[in-house]
């Protein structure tokens, strides 16, 4: 077994609630195989609220959570990336930072929950299913036997987590 631990950014358009829930779950669920980042490409500035108390209800570490722009990656000095999963469709079609090191990169889009509307119970429920999804996701990828897979299978089996549905 690998001792390599993988480096992973989760993008998405706010860095706000979706990458943020995917860096956070990963960072916990792991195992110390990867460091989970999260950025946006038109970061908010902060980390929505209904992220944060999601988060603690999942006993998930919130200090230090900040929105940051994806540009803090595309450096020089930033840590290079193994893997890059774009979480909202947004993100996607927009013109990325060429990131060192050539990471394998995918789509994963959930929905925003952010953008829902309607009752308390229905935004928090939007919350609950973005994060569902997005672990199922990351439970699948973490399991990956990535250091017995070359690049192109690597690269087809995060695309196929992508589309996965919890």
């Known amino acids: 077994m690998s001792d390599k631990v993988y480096n992973v950014l989760f993008l998405c358009t706010g860095n706000s609630a979706r990458s943020v829930l995917a860096e956070v779950q990963l960072n916990a669920l792991g195992g110390g195989r990867f460091q989970a980042y999260s950025a946006g490409?038109?970061?908010?500035?902060?980390i929505h609220p209904s992220t944060l108390q999601l988060l603690t209800q999942m006993g998930l570490p919130?200090?230090?959570l900040r929105s940051k722009s994806w540009s803090e990656f595309a450096t020089s000095d930033?840590?290079?990336?193994d893997f890059v999963f774009t979480v909202c469709d947004q993100a996607a079609g927009?013109?990325?930072?060429?990131?060192?090191?050539q990471p394998i990169t995918a789509q994963?889009?959930?929905?925003?929950?952010?953008?829902?509307?309607?009752?308390?119970d229905t935004r928090k429920r939007a919350f609950k299913d973005a994060a569902a999804t997005l672990r199922k996701r990351l439970d699948l990828f973490k399991n990956l036997p990535l250091a017995s897979l070359d690049r192109l299978a690597v690269k087809q089996k995060v695309t196929d987590i992508g589309n996965v549905k919890p």
């Not at 927009?94 to 090191?101: A, D, H, K, L, R």
Request: net charge negative; aromatic share 6%; glycine share 14%.
């Open 62 to 64: 919130t200090v230090g």
């Open 108 to 120: 994963w889009g959930v929905p925003d929950p952010a953008a829902v509307e309607g009752s308390e």
């Open 94 to 101: 927009e013109q990325c930072p060429v990131w060192p090191g």
């Open 78 to 81: 930033a840590p290079v990336m």
């Open 41 to 46: 490409s038109h970061p908010k500035g902060e």
